[in-house]
């Protein structure tokens, strides 16, 4: 069974930053990509940044030069460095993998970041 545990999530102002863990209960090595997603109410998940087993990082337009993404196979897990926070990346952030293997996707149980003006 795999389990994906988000943490670091809190409060902080505008222009603040905040570093998102993903722990996976098995090796990452099995996953070609690790995801960060985030979704405010109302609205579908949208998908912020991804890594490959390579290390090759793709963000979405709106976190470019503000926020990295990494991973640490030995840890068996990701990263997400959230710097010059906006209000507007208030969201619950959600980690999530694809298992070709399986045909499943995982996703953890969310963490969230609210940012004020």
């Known amino acids: 069974q795999v389990q994906l545990v988000e943490s670091g999530g809190g409060w902080v102002q505008a222009g603040g930053s905040l570093r998102l863990s993903c722990a996976a209960s098995v090796s990452i090595l099995r996953f070609n990509d690790m995801d960060w997603y985030r979704q405010v109410p109302g609205k579908q998940r949208e998908l912020v940044a991804t890594?490959?087993?390579?290390?090759?990082?793709t963000y979405d337009d709106s976190v470019k030069g503000r926020f990295t993404i990494s991973r640490d196979n030995a840890q068996n897990t990701v990263y997400l460095q959230m710097n010059s926070l906006k209000p507007e990346d208030t969201a619950v952030y959600y980690c999530?993998?694809?298992?070709?293997?399986?045909?499943?996707?995982?996703w953890g149980q969310g963490t969230q970041v609210t940012v004020s003006s």
């Open positions: 999530h993998t694809y298992s070709r293997y399986r045909a499943t996707d995982y």
């Open positions: 890594i490959t087993l390579g290390g090759r990082p």
